[in-house]
C-alpha cells in the first residue's frame, strides 16, 4: 500500500468515533439525561434476609418475594457493616 493511502480499518474507527460523539451531543442537546441510581445487591442489602426454609431461603423485604444474592434493585439500601 502506498503511504497517502489510508486503512480501511483507520477510516472505520473515525467514523464510528465521529458518528458517536455526534450521537451524544445530539442526545444531551434535545433529551433530558437521567442521572445514574445506584443499585444494591441483595446480599448488601438491609432488606435481605436468610431463612432455614427449603423452598424460600432467601427473602427480599422491600418485593415480598424470593431472591438470589446477585440480584438488584434500586430501591435497596447498602446494610450498615
Known amino acids: ?3 497517502d493511502l489510508i486503512s480501511r480499518q483507520a477510516v472505520i474507527d473515525l467514523m464510528t468515533k465521529e458518528i458517536s460523539e455526534r450521537i451524544i451531543q445530539f442526545l444531551e442537546e434535545n ?3 437521567i442521572p445514574k441510581k445506584p443499585v444494591v ?3 448488601d442489602c438491609k432488606y ?19 431472591t438470589s444474592e446477585d440480584c438488584f434493585c434500586s430501591y435497596g439500601e447498602r446494610r450498615k457493616t
Open 41 to 43: 445487591r441483595c446480599k
Open 48 to 66: 435481605f434476609a436468610w431463612f432455614d426454609d427449603e423452598k424460600v431461603d432467601r427473602w427480599c423485604g422491600i418485593w415480598a418475594n424470593k
Open 1 to 3: 500500500m502506498s503511504d
Open 31 to 33: 433529551y433530558e439525561i
